[in-house]
């Protein structure tokens, strides 16, 4: 027993001090397991309140940045079912994301597979390609023109049905938050970005929906589940930044061509030299999945990637790379995560 306890006291101490010891020396980070990085920190996410999970979450996130990325993958419903990305992975490497990427765009029934993917010991996150107010909503929806002004003028069609649609995206997120879940919340995506209805009338307007959409969910609608990602294009600018009192995590996408497995540290220092050098930054959409020993090499610390679905996952990245990839010490699979729950 006295042995028994010894050790229980050696994993709490390897525990606590495991997050310091990595920020002093990377290559403890590098040859500790994911699991002894604790998610406790001083960071608390921007939203009032937040629950226990979404603090252990945030801290779990600010522990492995620069030390580990965590793996993801966004699920397609249409291909061949929602776990057909999940399947492709696990069947060729043995192995799952951390994180399931998933969007209430493309399903406005996705709660359940977000709460079991969370109770399995996994991180969801969840996109909206919501369809420009009044317009359909539907990714097409979401490339068509609307008045900001409207959408955030109280009595005008336009704000009725954007309010309509955060009602919608919220209950969904209500049912996470009952199941005791927390959220990576990654709305209004792809920031400046001229193709998506949010980012047409540039950075000042893009900033007022999400502050407005900020203070809905935290204020009116309660959400404290969540943790708030703020994605760039593959070119940010200054002028799409809300501020830090809304964002937790910031990040960027682009799409590189098949096989192109480069580490992106340009697109990922552009997004630091406008957040800051301690807000962890997230690749939250790719096609392939940047080389972990190029990523190390080259200091481009994302903390997650979030490969697109379908063909962006099956073709962009070769089997042998995705084998590299789920296998490799710098990259975090759900059966290495922490218990968040």
């Not at 306890?5 to 495991?18: I, Q």
């Not at 629950?51 to 620069?66: E, H, I, V």
Request: glycine content about 10%; aromatic content about 10%; overall charge positive.
């Amino acid at each position: 027993m006295r042995y028994l306890n010894r050790v229980g006291a050696a994993l709490s101490a390897l525990v606590l001090t495991a997050p310091l010891l990595a920020l002093a020396n990377p290559a403890v980070a590098a040859a500790a397991p994911a699991s002894a990085l604790a998610p406790e920190c001083a960071a608390t996410p921007v939203g009032p309140n937040s629950t226990p999970q979404a603090r252990k979450l945030l801290c779990y996130l600010y522990s492995q940045y620069g030390n580990h990325i965590l793996s993801g993958q966004q699920e397609s419903t249409w291909i061949g079912g929602p776990e057909y990305e999940m399947n492709h992975i696990r069947n060729h490497t043995g192995k799952l994301p951390a994180i399931r990427g998933l969007d209430y765009g493309d399903s406005k029934d996705l709660a359940p597979r977000a709460i079991a993917w969370w109770q399995a010991g996994g991180i969801p996150m969840i996109g909206y390609h919501m369809g420009a107010p009044t317009k359909p909503d539907t990714y097409q929806g979401s490339q068509m023109t609307v008045s900001i002004n409207a959408v955030l003028t109280p009595g005008t069609a336009e704000h009725t049905s954007f309010i309509q649609r955060l009602d919608g995206a919220a209950g969904m997120l209500r049912q996470l938050k009952n199941a005791g879940a927390a959220v990576i919340w990654r709305p209004f995506h792809e920031a400046g970005g001229t193709w998506f209805w949010w980012s047409k009338e540039g950075g000042a307007q893009y900033n007022r929906l999400w502050r407005f959409m900020f203070d809905y969910f935290t204020r009116v609608k309660g959400l404290n589940n969540l943790v708030w990602l703020h994605g760039y294009n593959g070119a940010p600018q200054s002028s799409f930044y809300p501020g830090k009192s809304f964002v937790d995590v910031g990040g960027a996408d682009t799409y590189a061509g098949d096989g192109n497995y480069d580490p992106l540290k340009p697109m990922y220092d552009s997004v630091r030299n406008i957040v800051g050098g301690t807000i962890p930054i997230a690749l939250h959409e790719n096609g392939p999945i940047p080389d972990p020993d190029r990523l190390q090499s080259a200091g481009a610390r994302w903390v997650l990637f979030g490969t697109w679905h379908g063909n962006h996952l099956t073709q962009s990245n070769s089997l042998s790379h995705l084998r590299k990839v789920y296998g490799h010490r710098y990259v975090i699979t759900r059966d290495e995560l922490p218990n968040l729950r």
